[in-house]
């Protein structure tokens, strides 16, 4: 679809012409079923980020995890159940950068007759945070690849498509909710961008949270949120102020000291009825672009409304570092022509292992047992321990070299999950949105600096259940799940540009003994690669 934003035009791949997508609507434990025909000349893949896919791994959607991709002229169905989940989830593209344009709202509401936990709001609207590139974003994630630098910073950011008025010729590509005054919203926000955190605010409006992740929390009021890639949040707010127009307002967080980035912000209007249109809008306040205070309070703030699924015990306890390095030019690099910081490349590793992206899908390679795909020797804890025990951040100049390859960690059906996730921040200073697929996971604590089990505070009772957790800059945070689902499941820093680099793993959780316990046959239609 051709495009015009910022002055400047151009071809976007998106779904059935929308930009952003259609909005999936479904009920809980209703059966989706979406065909997803592909009408450009590249590949594609849907992933429904968030949805479980309780025995339904091939429909999860990452290419080269759990299919190949979507090839031009090609169909795929996905088949799912939204099997006990309701709540605000997104889609998005699942292969290079394409998610990038191609993402939309998944919105699933509570069975017939089954009310909301808090007070019903009198109208819902979806709100998507984006990122909007004049170059074309196969271009850009070329450039990453070969070069091993960095991502050039975004032109714009948008909210549900529109960049708002502070850009190069935006000033009449606003998105507008119209309110009624003395009402109570529910806004669901999402976050659909590539490589950045987000602030969030409305001039002076408070927003209580009441559902992150698509999983209810307890009521939780704050000024201003902050979203990673991946993540949602329902907020209600209430349109208690005198009538007039409002900004809303999306900007960056980047706790960073030198990576590259621009300070500019989405707007937004939220416009009472009876507010002339002309009228100057209230400005809204974002946080400084490296409060980190605000993001652990809001991280400190949200809890579980009921944390039923939680693990007291453990049986299998992992450690991960993050890393995010340049490394020297060499031998395992060929195709980079090495522009990164100091004639170097950036690489990122979880415990050390950075990750090729295999020649077949893995959850195949696993199923019909084809050899040379994979290894299934990921490491439990890091390889090289001397990358965090100095204290995060640790800025190194020079990190040691990460291992390039394909390894996988095993699970046992059923097994309690402990998985810690330490940042060791040994080039930039960044937040790490660690996104799960296939399972929810408690965030049962969280931290600056290094882990210590000794001394780590961990919330048993109430923690969020997420599918996407930013680590904290030079810092650490734990997580807890059953593996009760099947499958191949990919685990990334939804930071797209971080993914490039490498910063993925996946779990194989492997079957249980009854037949609701077994990964389903591939389906006919499956891609090949
Ligand atoms: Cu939302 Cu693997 O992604």
């Known amino acids: 679809m051709r495009v015009t934003k910022l002055c400047q035009s151009k071809d976007i791949v998106?779904?059935?012409?929308?930009?952003?997508?259609?909005?999936?609507?479904?009920?809980?434990?209703d059966r989706v079923i979406v065909r997803v025909t592909n009408e450009t000349p590249h590949n594609a893949t849907i992933h429904w980020h968030g949805v479980r896919q309780m025995l339904s791994c091939w429909s999860d959607g990452p290419a080269y995890i759990t299919q190949c991709p979507i090839q031009a002229g090609q169909t795929f169905t996905y088949e799912f159940t939204m099997f006990k989940q309701k709540g605000t989830l997104l889609w998005h593209a699942h292969v290079s950068w394409l998610r990038g344009t191609v993402y939309g709202a998944i919105v699933v509401y509570p069975k017939t007759g089954v009310p909301y936990p808090f007070p019903h709001p009198y109208e819902e609207h979806i709100l998507i945070f984006g990122e909007y590139w004049n170059k074309d974003l196969r271009k850009l994630e070329k450039q990453v690849l070969s070069s091993g630098g960095g991502a050039p910073p975004t032109n714009a950011y948008t909210i549900n498509g529109h960049p708002g008025p502070r850009f190069n010729c935006s000033s009449n590509d606003v998105y507008r909710i119209q309110v009624v005054p003395g009402k109570r919203y529910l806004l669901r926000l999402i976050h659909a961008g590539l490589n950045m955190e987000n602030f969030f605010s409305i001039a002076n409006h408070k927003m209580t949270i009441v559902e992150a992740d698509g999983e209810y929390t307890k009521p939780f009021t704050v000024d201003r949120v902050m979203l990673g890639p991946g993540q949602t949040l329902n907020v209600l707010v209430e349109t208690d102020q005198p009538i007039g127009t409002y900004d809303m307002a999306m900007g960056p967080y980047m706790?960073?000291?030198?990576?590259?980035?621009?300070?500019?912000?989405?707007?937004?209007?939220?416009?009472?009825?009876?507010?002339?249109?002309?009228?100057?809008?209230?400005?809204?306040?974002?946080?400084?672009?490296?409060?980190?205070?605000?993001?652990?309070?809001?991280?400190?703030?949200?809890?579980?409304?009921?944390?039923?699924?939680?693990?007291?015990?453990?049986?299998?306890?992992?450690?991960?570092?993050?890393?995010?390095?340049?490394?020297?030019?060499?031998?395992?690099?060929?195709?980079?022509?090495?522009?990164?910081?100091?004639?170097?490349?950036?690489?990122?590793?979880?415990?050390?292992?950075?990750?090729?992206?295999?020649?077949?899908?893995?959850?195949?390679?696993?199923?019909?047992?084809?050899?040379?795909?994979?290894?299934?020797?990921?490491?439990?804890?890091?390889?090289?321990?001397?990358?965090?025990?100095?204290?995060?951040?640790?800025?190194?100049?020079?990190?040691?070299?990460?291992l390039n390859g394909t390894r996988v960690f095993v699970v046992d059906y059923g097994a309690r999950v402990q998985l810690v996730l330490q940042d060791t921040g040994t080039v930039t200073t960044e937040n790490h949105p660690i996104h799960l697929h296939g399972y929810s996971f408690y965030v049962v604590g969280h931290g600056t600096g290094n882990y210590d089990p000794r001394t780590a505070k961990l919330n048993l009772v109430d923690p969020p259940y997420m599918n996407t957790i930013g680590v904290p800059v030079g810092g650490w945070a734990a997580i807890r799940f059953i593996a009760d689902n099947p499958g191949v499941w990919f685990m990334h820093c939804h930071l797209e540009v971080h993914m490039s680099w490498g910063l993925a793993m996946a779990f194989i959780v492997k079957n249980g003994n009854g037949p609701l316990e077994t990964l389903p046959h591939p389906p006919a239609d499956l891609p090949k690669c």
């Open 14 to 29: 998106t779904i059935n012409g929308m930009f952003p997508g259609p909005v999936v609507y479904a009920q809980e434990d």
């Open 255 to 402: 706790s960073a000291r030198n990576v590259p980035f621009q300070n500019i912000s989405a707007i937004a209007r939220f416009q009472y009825d009876g507010a002339t249109t002309n009228a100057l809008a209230q400005p809204a306040q974002l946080p400084r672009f490296n409060d980190n205070l605000v993001v652990k309070k809001g991280m400190d703030g949200l809890r579980s409304l009921n944390a039923t699924h939680l693990p007291l015990e453990i049986d299998t306890n992992l450690f991960f570092t993050i890393g995010l390095n340049v490394e020297q030019c060499h031998s395992s690099n060929p195709n980079k022509t090495c522009q990164g910081p100091n004639g170097g490349v950036f690489a990122a590793s979880m415990n050390n292992v950075s990750f090729n992206r295999p020649a077949v899908s893995l959850l195949q390679a696993y199923y019909d047992k084809i050899q040379g795909h994979f290894t299934d020797d990921f490491p439990g804890v890091p390889l090289k321990v001397f990358d965090y025990v100095n204290g995060a951040p640790n800025n190194s100049p020079n990190d040691t070299q990460s």
